[in-house]
């Protein structure tokens, strides 16, 4: 990649073309890109070690912990964070926010758009997962305010409403 001069991403349906050097450093992590040069701020950076995820967005359909991947290594690729999941037309939140907050699973909310996100990229590679299955997927996101039995609720209700995708 020494010749590329500029990142190409799709973010959240947008595209956007980054000069190296000028919009992102070679060092740039994806949450940084996001939050200091595109303005996602729902993408959280808390521990920048990839131990919380709250920084959790998804890659070409992956969860990925964007606090340890590099800007650079995401060219022509498409990202969606937590602002992604509105629905463009009409602004309604997706079903997964809705049943966060139907069921009050978060408390300051700094990890919710982690969690989220994860929960999401679970969902579309898995629709109907066990409470074992979502416990797993959710491994990663830590969370020092609440209950994860909110939050299970939450996820349980939007996978028995069928209005995840």
Avoid: W
Wanted: net charge negative; hydrophobic share 35%.
């Amino acid at each position: 990649m020494p010749d590329k001069k500029n990142i190409n991403l799709v973010v959240n349906g947008k595209p956007y073309e980054l000069l190296i050097g000028k919009d992102v450093l070679p060092s740039d992590t994806l949450a940084q890109t996001l939050r200091d040069t595109l303005g996602y701020l729902g993408t959280k950076i808390a521990c920048d070690r990839g131990a919380c995820g709250a920084c959790t967005v998804i890659l070409n359909g992956q969860a990925v912990l964007s606090c340890t991947t590099l800007t650079v290594e995401c060219d022509g690729m498409s990202v969606t964070t937590i602002e992604g999941l509105e629905d463009p037309k009409t602004g309604q939140l997706h079903p997964l926010q809705q049943a966060f907050i139907d069921h009050t699973a978060f408390q300051c909310g700094f990890c919710t758009p982690g969690i989220i996100m994860t929960t999401k990229a679970l969902l579309d590679e898995n629709p109907n997962p066990t409470e074992d299955e979502i416990k797993q997927a959710l491994a990663g996101n830590y969370c020092r305010c609440i209950s994860h039995y909110e939050v299970l609720k939450a996820i349980m209700a939007a996978i028995q409403g069928g209005k995840h995708g």
